[in-house]
């Protein structure tokens, strides 16, 4: 996947847990959880429906190597192979 086709499907998971999510509006370099007003359950399944969209998982470990769009982004990326 693209980063275009990434962003989309990461828009599209947080709308499963936020509805209200607005692509545009969320500012790419602060933090996502903030951003989304996403509590740690929220994020937990934002986390499992980007899993079920992309087929990359995202391990505990890594969660502050995703904490923002654009950080989540680059991670997807390079787990995709992109």
């Known amino acids: 996947m693209n980063r275009d086709e990434l962003r989309l ?7 499963v847990v ?3 999510i607005e692509g545009d509006e969320i500012d790419a370099d602060e933090e996502l959880r903030e951003e989304c007003d996403l509590d ?3 994020f937990l399944h934002f986390l499992e429906a980007l899993k079920q969209l992309t087929t ?11 904490d923002t769009l654009n950080k989540l982004l680059d991670y997807l990326q390079q787990a995709d192979g992109q």
Do not use: F, T
């Open 9 to 15: 499907a990461v828009i599209e998971a947080l709308q």
């Open 18 to 20: 936020a509805p209200e």
């Open 40 to 42: 740690s359950m929220d």
């Open 56 to 66: 990359i998982n995202v391990p505990d470990a890594d969660y502050d190597k995703v």
